[in-house]
């Protein structure tokens, strides 16, 4: 195991790309936000990001996420492996044009899922580079599943299980609203923000969470809650913030409080 000091930072897919417009990279935000993450310093870092426009629309037309149906379906997933891997790219680029020593790991070379959950994660590799001072970069991806043949394994899932597997200090994730609301603040204007949230009262205000109005075949902000239950548990506190307002990646990462959602166990 690596040291307890790890932090995981998850960058959504609505963060840098243009999830109305398939295969657009927000290449300006993915650029500012590695110049964010350069000037945090952070030690023991695990960078997560979602999918976005590049991952998202290929697997909904050929529905990859409910599984091996028809062979019609694997050109589908060649595709949405390859379009996750074209965004990964991007953002490596980015990372190691700002001295960053990121390493991407794919997660379909080393994550085998059960009916949607993580069944096996050979996370040995990924371990012995934290250790030496890599960050590890992985994303959502489409897995091998002992039960459905494959499927969608999110970022978020990804997030979860690095930081319960790692016992990690803290997670943030950047999305593109303020926080946690108890409305969808892009369509309710007097949608009203959580500052600070415990366990017990993030389980009660589940059932008010929006979901994503874009596409999003890993089950938008309600699905993000969900995956993160389990490093809650733990006692891993998760700030949600925007991402996309610049200095808020980069204050979150340095410790600095910013507007946006903490939850914490207690």
Do not use: W
């Not at 960050?135 to 039960?147: E, N, Q």
């Amino acid at each position: 195991m690596s040291e307890a000091r790890t932090t995981i930072i998850k960058i959504g897919g609505s963060v840098i790309t243009d999830k109305n417009i398939e295969l657009t990279p927000q290449t300006q935000t993915i650029d500012r936000l590695a110049g964010e993450i350069q000037e945090a310093a952070v030690k023991n870092l695990i960078i997560v990001h979602g999918g976005g426009s590049f991952g998202h629309p290929s697997a909904e037309r050929n529905a990859i996420k409910q599984g091996f149906k028809n062979s019609s379906q694997i050109m589908g997933l060649v595709e949405t492996h390859h379009f996750m891997t074209v965004l990964n790219g991007l953002i490596m680029d980015s990372l190691i044009t700002h001295n960053l020593p990121a390493i991407a790991i794919m997660p379909s070379s080393c994550v085998v899922t059960n009916d949607g959950r993580i069944r096996s994660f050979e996370s040995t590799p990924l371990e012995m580079l934290l250790k030496m001072g890599f960050s590890p970069v992985l994303y959502g991806d489409a897995v091998p599943d002992v039960k459905l043949g494959f499927t969608v394994l999110s970022g978020d899932q990804l997030v979860s299980a690095l930081a319960t597997r790692l016992g990690a200090q803290r997670i943030i994730v950047g999305v593109d609203v303020d926080g946690l609301f108890d409305a969808d603040p892009k369509v309710e204007k007097m949608a009203r923000r959580f500052s600070h949230l415990s366990l017990d009262e993030l389980r009660q205000i589940q059932g008010s969470l929006g979901k994503s109005t874009a596409c999003d075949v890993t089950g938008g902000m309600f699905g993000k809650i969900l995956e993160l239950l389990p490093a809650l548990e733990q006692g891993i506190p998760v700030t949600i913030l925007n991402a996309t307002k610049p200095g808020r990646v980069c204050d979150a990462l340095k410790g600095i409080c910013i507007e946006g959602t903490l939850i914490e166990k207690e």
